[in-house]
């Protein structure tokens, strides 16, 4: 079923040299019979999943973690906001002061390269071996893991960030079909006007910075294509080129559907908002899927899908995985966790609760939610593109530069000219 994906990504970059997993077998513990890795350790784990349906994600993979390793103790390392908004540069400061937690979130694709060629996370192949993961994960995927032949860290999940989810009492009211798809953002805009004028609430919601990038990165694949998305990261698309102005028009108009209060909030408040019927879009990444099931609601009774209008048949990807920094103080520990996070088990329950499809092949698709469903199908036979917000198209220096352009435009601190000027710079200073 999915032997049909493509990714487009950039190739991985420098060699880096790796030092030896050998720390993991010097750890206190030895493996048991559950699995596990003997008695007195701990493992602190660092991510950014601290609360809302994220954290019940976090719990569920905690829950197969203590069930296969009773005498390891799990340390809650996670740093709230969204998307590691907070966590990351804490996370960089803790590893360059050589105090790293045992294990932590990277995303596959460019951000964990850089962690990579930092010489701050451990190869983790040994562990593939060990593990039985060679063949869980998807080549492609693994691909994105690696680094001159070494693995560095163990995929838990895929996400899809270019997805719209909509309130549908909010669409009805407002004269729409809340069955129909929009083919292009014009007739988005269309609906979003609607929603404006017949119910006055807002037609889209958007929240803080990092989510208004996530929704900037899928209005430039809408309207760039799949192939000039990527070429954006690769150099073969010119972020001059009048086809990027039209995106950015585009986004500019976007932003004018959306709250004022946005960037005083995070993505769980602007999907909230969809969830009461206060807006009727929201663009996010399928964790949003999650919060929606917390709250109680089904669909297509109370909230509906698709991908944002002029993405379809494209899954802008990302997923999390998990690492062994450099000196990490537990390894036995870290060895542990990373062992639940190749597990069908602990892959079944985490991603059953976060909303994203498990990394590995073998799960069940019947085991999960409609949503979830039709995410794997997609996964299986759509062109795969990278997502920018979520570090998996380009190294954290190129995506900060851009989101920060973002905010000044998005906050009033220039027009469009100045906005894609920024961009063309952010490009020239970091463009590999
Ligand atoms: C992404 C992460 C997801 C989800 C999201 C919102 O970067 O990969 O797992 O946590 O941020 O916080």
């Given at each position: ?79 709230a ?45 040994a ?44 669409l ?9 798809t ?26 803080t ?12 694949l809408?309207?760039?294509?799949a192939?000039?998305y ?93 690492t ?109």
């Open positions: 079923m999915r032997t049909a994906r493509k990714f487009t990504a950039m190739a991985a970059g420098l060699a880096v040299a790796s030092l030896a997993l050998a720390a993991c077998s010097t750890g206190s513990g030895s493996d048991d019979e559950t699995g596990g890795t003997g008695s007195g350790d701990e493992v602190e784990v660092f991510t950014w999943w601290a609360s809302g349906s994220e954290k019940l994600g976090l719990d569920a993979l905690v829950g197969v973690f203590e069930t296969q390793n009773p005498d390891v103790a799990f340390v809650n390392g996670a740093v906001g969204g998307a590691g908004s907070a966590a990351k540069d804490l996370l960089q400061s803790r590893l360059q002061a050589n105090d790293p937690p045992d294990t932590f979130q990277a995303h596959a694709g460019a951000e964990l390269t850089d962690y990579i060629n930092a010489g701050q996370v451990e190869d983790v192949s562990l593939y071996d060990e593990f039985g993961l060679r063949d869980a994960f998807p080549a492609d995927l693994v691909e994105r893991l690696t680094v001159d032949g070494k693995i560095y860290s163990i995929p838990s999940n895929i996400h899809r960030a270019n997805v719209v989810w909509a309130n549908t009492q909010l009805t009211d407002s004269g729409l079909d809340p069955a129909a929009y083919a292009t953002l014009d007739d988005w805009f269309v609906a979003l006007d609607a929603v404006k004028e017949k119910t006055g609430r807002t037609p889209l919601s958007v929240a910075t990092w989510t208004q990038v996530n929704l900037f990165e899928t209005i430039l809408s309207d760039l294509g192939d000039g990527n070429g954006l990261w690769d150099g073969s698309t010119d972020w001059a080129s009048p086809e990027v102005t039209d995106a950015l028009a585009d986004f500019e108009k976007l932003m004018s559907y959306t709250n004022e209060d946005r960037d005083g909030l995070d993505w769980p408040d602007a999907t909230q908002q969809v969830i009461d019927g206060n807006a009727a879009f929201n663009v996010m990444g399928d964790w949003a899927v999650a919060a929606f099931e917390e709250a109680g609601k089904k669909a297509p009774a109370d909230y509906v899908y698709m991908p944002v209008p002029g993405t379809d048949g494209v899954f802008d990807f990302l997923a999390d995985s998990f062994l920094p450099v000196g990490a103080p537990h390894p036995a520990g870290a060895k542990a966790w990373l062992k639940t996070i190749g597990s069908l088990d602990g892959q079944v329950a985490f991603n059953k609760a976060k909303g994203s499809i498990p990394a590995r092949n073998d799960a069940k698709p019947e085991d999960f939610s409609e949503y979830q469903q039709s995410a794997m199908t997609s996964f299986g036979q759509d062109t795969i593109v990278s997502s920018l917000a979520h570090g998996a198209a380009a190294p954290a220096a190129w995506a900060n530069a851009i989101s920060d352009a973002t905010s000044k435009f998005t906050t009033g601190g220039g027009d469009l000219a100045g906005f894609q000027a920024d961009l063309v710079a952010a490009a020239e200073a970091n463009a590999g």
